[in-house]
C-alpha cells in the first residue's frame, strides 16, 4: 500500500515557489535555492484541508512531483495480542523489553509522571 505525503511548507521569494517534505528539505532548499535578496515567506501546512486544490494537485498528486510512502499492513489483531500479553503477562521481564525496545517512540509530554 502506497500513501502520497503531502509536503509540510511552501517556501515563497518573489515569483519562486517551491514545497518542503520536512523541516531537513525546508533548511536545505532555503540554504541552495532561496539564497537572492528579497523576503522569504514560508507557510506551514497542518493537513490536505488547507492546501488550495491547485497546490494540491502540483504536489501530491502529480506523478512526477510527489512523494510515496510504502505501508506495510500488519495483523493488527496478533499484534494486539502480543502487546497485551507482553505488558499485561506474569513475566516482567517481557514487559521491561516491551518498553525498552518502544521507549523512543513514547511522547513524553503526554506521560504522567
Do not use: C, N, W
Not at 539564497?35 to 502529480?62: H, N, P, S, Y
Amino acid at each position: 500500500l502506497y500513501l502520497a505525503v503531502p509536503p509540510l511548507y511552501s517556501i515563497r521569494q518573489g515569483g519562486k515557489v517551491a514545497y518542503a517534505r520536512d523541516d531537513a528539505h525546508k533548511d536545505e532548499l532555503l540554504r541552495t535555492e532561496f539564497t537572492g535578496r528579497g523576503k522569504v515567506e514560508i507557510g506551514r501546512f497542518k493537513g490536505l484541508g488547507e492546501m488550495m486544490a491547485a497546490q494540491l494537485k502540483e504536489t501530491t498528486m502529480d506523478p512526477r512531483k510527489r512523494t510515496l510512502l510504502r505501508v506495510d499492513v500488519i495483523d493488527a489483531e496478533a499484534a494486539t495480542k502480543d502487546a497485551i500479553d507482553a505488558l499485561m503477562g506474569t513475566k516482567p521481564e517481557a514487559r521491561f523489553r516491551f518498553i525498552q525496545e518502544r521507549a523512543e517512540f513514547a511522547e513524553t509530554e503526554v506521560l504522567d509522571i
